[in-house]
């Protein structure tokens, strides 16, 4: 199975409908990121395999933010976003089911924003950022736009970040352990002086 992830800004993928602000840190996939604080704005993301993903970025204005996701045409699913207390990225909100494998389409649209009340300041919406397609019938090679190895990359620094947290804080506690056996030692050997 081969993945494509093409980002918010692919216009050869994406097609926006309406008032979207363009957005983005280095933390996010390629630096970009797109939203809309007007209901009813949507998107049309194309795309070529059997089953779709959408990654946004949300913090805690987003809560309560409601959008739908229809995949060709099926009956929309809306989407609630959860409270949360601090940015969070890359966050996995919507999968398609499983499709004939082919050329496809993913409506997605603004169907609840916050206008500032009670979240507190910030945009009180959700930005987009990558979206990544399973296509178990497509060969090794990817396309200009879907760069998969910069996605693993983007992947990789999350998890490399994660993995190396967990290492030193593994030696700190065994450290710890091996300075306090010590000192219990002088200590049992100093009563006997």
């Not at 009956?75 to 207390?85: D, K, M, R």
Request: glycine share 8%; hydrophobic share 40%; aromatic share 10%.
């Amino acid at each position: 199975m081969n993945l494509t992830i093409f980002d918010d800004q692919d216009l050869a993928h994406i097609t926006y409908n309406g008032t979207w602000v363009k957005g983005g840190t280095p933390q996010n996939f390629r630096n970009t990121l797109t939203s809309s604080t007007t209901v009813g704005d949507s998107f049309i993301a194309r795309f070529n395999g059997d089953s779709i993903r959408v990654y946004t970025t949300i913090d805690n204005t987003s809560a309560g933010v409601i959008t739908s996701y229809s995949a060709d045409g099926l009956l929309p699913e809306e989407v609630a976003y959860p409270t949360v207390q601090e940015r969070m990225l890359d966050n996995l909100i919507w999968q398609s089911p499983i499709l004939q494998p082919g050329d496809h389409t993913l409506r997605v649209q603004i169907v609840k924003v916050n206008n500032g009340s009670g979240v507190g300041s910030g945009e009180g919406t959700v930005w987009f950022d990558y979206f990544v397609v399973e296509d178990p019938a497509a060969t090794a090679t990817a396309t200009p736009s879907s760069q998969p190895s910069v996605a693993m990359d983007h992947y990789k620094r999350n998890n490399v970040a994660a993995i190396v947290g967990g290492t030193v804080a593994g030696m700190v506690v065994i450290l710890a352990g091996v300075v306090l056996v010590f000192f219990r030692a002088r200590r049992r050997a100093a009563k006997f002086y």
